[in-house]
C-alpha cells in the first residue's frame, strides 16, 4: 500500500477501520498495531490478507490474461 502498487477499495467501513487503526509500545519495548478498545477490524484484517495473499502467491502465464492459477 505504502509503495502505491494497489488501490483499496473506497468503502467507507475499510477506511473507518483502518484510519482508526492505533500504534501501542508495550513495557518491554515492542509495538503493536491494533484497533481501539471496543472497536472492529475485521474488514480491515480481510483487505490485508487478500492483499497479502495476492503479493505472496506466484502468478502463472496466464496472470497478464487476468486468470490466476488456483492450484496449491
Known amino acids: 500500500m505504502n509503495s502505491e502498487k494497489v488501490d483499496l477499495l ?9 484510519a482508526s487503526l492505533e500504534r501501542r509500545t508495550a513495557r518491554g519495548g515492542r509495538d503493536s498495531i491494533d484497533h481501539p ?3 472492529h477490524d475485521d474488514v480491515a484484517n480481510a483487505a ?3 492483499l497479502h ?6 502468478k502463472t502465464a496466464t496472470a497478464a490474461m487476468g486468470h490466476y492459477s488456483t492450484a496449491w
Open 48 to 50: 490485508a490478507m487478500a
Open 37 to 39: 478498545p471496543m472497536a
Open 53 to 58: 495473499y495476492a503479493a505472496s502467491k506466484p
Open 10 to 18: 473506497d468503502h467507507p467501513i475499510l477506511i473507518n477501520q483502518l
